[in-house]
């Protein structure tokens, strides 16, 4: 069974600052793939970024960046220059081949002014 | 508007009712997933299709919840019976799979939500 952990209710942030958000995944699935999605306050959810298991590079994009530790199975998330568009619930989820999604219970992140 | 669109987006409902919701995915995606959210949770898997086929159901899927994707194109989610525990928003997503591809983006849905009174 696949399993994602996130293990901060809530997280804040000043604007312009940085933010680490945590998840922990458990799979025993070798071909495997992990995301971080954005569900704004009534809002639909969109992606943030997408990095397969297989590959040892962080996935980057624009002000958002993974910290991908396969050995740890940890696949946080780190925004900088936070702006107050960032504000909104981030899940966590992994995947395998088939594209089952299992979801962590999220991070609401608030960002401050 | 070539988004993943729900319809309707609230439905309030008595005990014991059925409802039914539609999905109209992105229109190349050949996949198609059904989920369901309750408040300060993630969304947890329903079901999927691969055009028409429905290929995998989760354990949440009782047997009162059935799905159908007759075309290939949209689908439809119905409770029948529905009970208070049924309130959630229940999220639409598709994407594309392509032979040899995995971990594919999955487009979601502004969402159904479902009020049983």
């Known amino acids: 069974a696949q399993t994602v952990t996130q293990s901060q209710p809530e997280m804040s942030v000043q604007e312009a600052e940085t933010v680490t958000l945590s998840c922990t995944y458990d799979t025993s699935e070798s071909d495997y793939y992990l995301f971080w999605y954005k569900q704004p306050p009534s809002r639909q959810m969109i992606l943030v970024i997408r990095q397969e298991a297989y590959k040892q590079q962080n996935a980057t994009e624009n002000r958002f960046s993974v910290n991908f530790q396969k050995a740890a199975k940890s696949f946080s998330l780190k925004i900088s220059d936070s702006q107050l568009g960032d504000a909104a619930m981030y899940f966590c989820?992994?995947?395998?081949?088939?594209?089952?999604?299992?979801f962590g219970p999220g991070t609401r992140l608030s960002v401050l002014p | 508007d070539t988004g993943v669109s729900q319809d309707p987006r609230h439905k309030i409902t008595k005990r014991g009712q059925n409802v039914t919701f539609r999905c109209d995915p992105i229109s190349e995606h050949n996949r198609l997933y059904w989920y369901r959210q309750t408040l300060g949770q993630g969304p947890e898997f329903l079901t999927y299709?691969?055009?028409?086929?429905?290929?995998?159901k989760s354990r949440l899927l009782s047997d009162r919840f059935s799905a159908e994707r007759p075309k290939g194109s949209f689908s439809t989610l119905e409770i029948q019976r529905t009970e208070q525990g049924d309130s959630a928003m229940y999220l639409c997503?598709?994407?594309?799979?392509?032979?040899?591809?995995?971990?594919?983006?999955?487009?979601f849905g502004p969402g159904t939500r479902l009020t049983v009174l």
């Open positions: 989820a992994g995947g395998d081949y088939g594209q089952n999604f299992v």
């Open positions: 997503a598709s994407s594309l799979s392509q032979r040899g591809a995995g971990g594919n983006e999955q487009f």
């Open positions: 299709f691969q055009n028409e086929a429905q290929l995998e």
